[in-house]
């Protein structure tokens, strides 16, 4: 299987790729602070993939339950200056982590190779239009409702039915707006309306989420979930029970991890890959 994204290009089966989160937004949970800069949203891009990220995801909005929206200009101003410097310097594709087609079309202009649509539930093709045009490799996430609402009370019937049809529906869409399927990778959007049971589910299923034949990708570092499952309430200390997640997720088929603890998950994915061969 092929995933191509800009003028990068992965084939699986292949050792876990695992994407670095570099947050450029001031009120990120990971890093705090009130002011973004530049030299050290870079540091810590180098310092990541250094510890062997194969991708750096690039975000400009906070997207934890609640937070607040940002407008395009300041989202711009926050990614654009970041992912411009980055292109220069770094070896690895850059994704940008963005809601907003113009968003991601600057990221793209500036040298970002992958769109990481955490919104990919929507209905206006804007940003797919945007991903043809610049043959970017696209992640389509699964999301109830809009981060602003979607933990006040996620429902489904049968969450893992709905997400396996959610994935279905956004390929054929995305193929009608000339999307290849060998740009898109798969992501549950685990903590994205989704409960804890909800969230323990997905994760039990995504076995049955390889059987669309495009690479996963799956997000649960530092997540409340995992707080919930252990009693352990600061996010930085969450990495066992993230650890424990990825070897198994490694497992069952998913190709792409998206971590803040780089070095860690690489060595977590390497021994999960050694037995599940
Ligand atoms: C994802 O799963 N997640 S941003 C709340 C937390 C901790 C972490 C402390 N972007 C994903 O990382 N993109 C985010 O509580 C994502 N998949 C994809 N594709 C949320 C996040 C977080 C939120």
């Not at 092929?2 to 009120?27: K, Q, S, Y």
């Not at 890093?31 to 062997?52: K, T, Y």
């Not at 793209?108 to 239009?129: P, Q």
Request: hydrophobic share 45%; proline share 6%; with cysteine.
């Amino acid at each position: 299987m092929r995933w191509r994204a800009g003028r990068f290009e992965f084939h699986f089966p292949r050792p876990t790729l695992v994407m670095g989160v570099l947050n450029v937004t001031p009120d990120s949970f990971s890093d705090g602070g009130q002011h973004i800069s530049p030299s050290v949203a870079l540091a810590h891009a180098e310092v990541m993939v250094a510890a062997g990220a194969d991708l750096i995801d690039v975000g400009g909005e906070s997207t934890r339950p609640g937070a607040a929206t940002v407008s395009v200009e300041e989202e711009i101003r926050r990614v654009v200056p970041v992912i411009a410097a980055l292109a220069q310097r770094c070896p690895v594709p850059l994704s940008i982590d963005t809601q907003k087609p113009e968003v991601a079309r600057a990221a793209l202009l500036a040298g970002a190779s992958i769109v990481n649509d955490i919104a990919a539930n929507r209905t206006d093709a804007a940003m797919w239009e945007c991903v043809r045009e610049f043959r970017a490799g696209y992640v389509a996430m699964h999301m109830q409702g809009t981060p602003q609402t979607m933990q006040a009370q996620p429902t489904y019937t049968d969450v893992v039915g709905e997400v396996d049809g959610f994935f279905t529906d956004r390929l054929a869409r995305l193929r009608a707006a000339g999307v290849a399927p060998e740009q898109v990778v798969l992501d549950p959007g685990i903590g994205f309306g989704k409960t804890v049971a909800h969230n323990v589910r997905l994760l039990a299923a995504l076995r049955q989420f390889c059987r669309h034949g495009r690479p996963l990708l799956l997000g649960v570092s530092r997540k409340s979930f995992l707080g919930v499952l252990t009693g352990v309430g600061r996010p930085e200390e969450r990495l066992p029970g993230a650890l424990a997640c990825a070897a198994l997720a490694v497992r069952d088929g998913v190709g792409i991890l998206r971590v803040h603890d780089v070095r860690e998950t690489v060595q977590a994915a390497r021994v999960a890959e050694a037995i599940s061969a």
